[in-house]
Nanobody
């Protein structure tokens, strides 16, 4: 079955960096685009970044452009989110998602940006 497992979250000071990872199994990873979403306390889940199956096309929400980079390693079956210049408003639970007949989500990893 499809499984997505996020890791790499934690507490970081404003201006700091984190790299999130999402390890995938249960489907042919290299055939599917992947996405990162986040949900801040009291807010709806929002799309942060997406990447095409081969990694050639990426898209970002305006609020993270120039600070976050999505990438993937199809051999390791892993998608990454490099987050730089973090701000308190980036605090959220971050989820990866794949559409494989339906949406599959990981359980998320918490990112807290605070001094």
């Amino acid at each position: 079955q499809v499984q997505l497992v996020e890791s790499g979250g934690g507490l970081v000071q404003p201006g700091g960096s984190l790299r999130l990872s999402c390890a995938a199994s249960g489907f042919t990873f290299s055939n599917f685009g992947m996405s990162w979403y986040r949900q801040a306390p009291g807010k709806e889940r929002e799309l942060v970044a997406s990447i095409s199956s081969a990694g050639r096309t990426t898209n970002y929400v305006d609020s993270v452009k120039g600070r976050f980079t999505i990438s993937r390693d199809n051999v390791k079956r892993t998608v990454y989110l490099q987050m730089n210049s973090l701000k308190p408003e980036d605090t959220a639970v971050y989820y990866c998602k794949v559409y494989y007949g339906m949406d599959y989500w990981g359980k998320g990893t918490l990112v807290t940006v605070s001094s």
